[in-house]
Structures are given as C-alpha cells and as structure tokens.
C-alpha cells in the first residue's frame, strides 16, 4: 500500500522561509513533487525532481524554491525561501510509479502554507 506522509508548512511572514518533506512508501517512485492549489484555483506544479536528479520547476518558484531528494529514504524535500502571499495555498505531495508500463500518481493529503503578516 502506497502511503505518502508530509510534514512541515504553516504561518510564515513575506519574505519568510518554510520547508516541507514528504516520506513515501509501498513502491518504486520515479518522479517525485509537490504541486499546490490556492483558494478558488486549480491544482498547479510547483516542482518536481526525477529518481535521477534532474528537476523541473513552475516559473513563479524558480531561483527560491529548491526541490530535493533522498533516494534511500524515499523523501523529497521542498525549501521554500522568499515567500510571497501568492504563495499561499495547500501543498500536495506526489510521487510516481510504474505498474505495467503505466504510470500511477499518488498524492499525500496536503498541508497548508499561509504568506501572512
């Protein structure tokens, strides 16, 4: 059974930094991320990285959301420095498997990052 664990999030000022993990278990994951849904909008990639290092990340975090990875133990990490109000929003964590050939998504259960003074 596949089961996908975050930590981290809450309250932070603009300007401020969070940092979020998300320990994942019950397969294999190829790729592994975080997307977010803010209030009113739909789900978006915030960044995800592949079991072989490279990353991708959505243009409203590059240069101060950094994504990571411990392959040994199945947790990615998402360093969150400069954040804005915008950012505010339910962080999910997902995390890719393949089962005969086809990929399967698996999404943790969320976590909130409000941007506040």
């Known amino acids: 059974q596949v089961q996908l664990v975050e930590s981290g999030g809450g309250l932070v000022q603009p300007g401020g930094s969070l940092s979020l993990s998300c320990a994942a278990s019950g397969r294999v994951f190829t790729a592994m991320g975080w997307y977010r849904q803010a209030p009113g909008k739909g789900r978006e990639l915030v960044a995800i990285i592949k079991d072989g290092g490279s990353t991708v990340y959505a243009d409203s975090v590059r240069g101060r959301f950094t994504i990571s990875r411990d392959n040994a133990k199945n947790t990615v990490y998402l360093q969150m420095n400069n954040l804005k109000p915008e950012d505010r929003a339910v962080y999910y964590c997902?995390?890719?498997?393949?089962?005969?050939?086809?990929?399967?998504?698996?999404w943790g259960q969320g976590t909130l990052v409000t941007v506040s003074s």
């Open positions: 997902n995390a890719v498997s393949v089962l005969n050939g086809i990929n399967q998504n698996h």
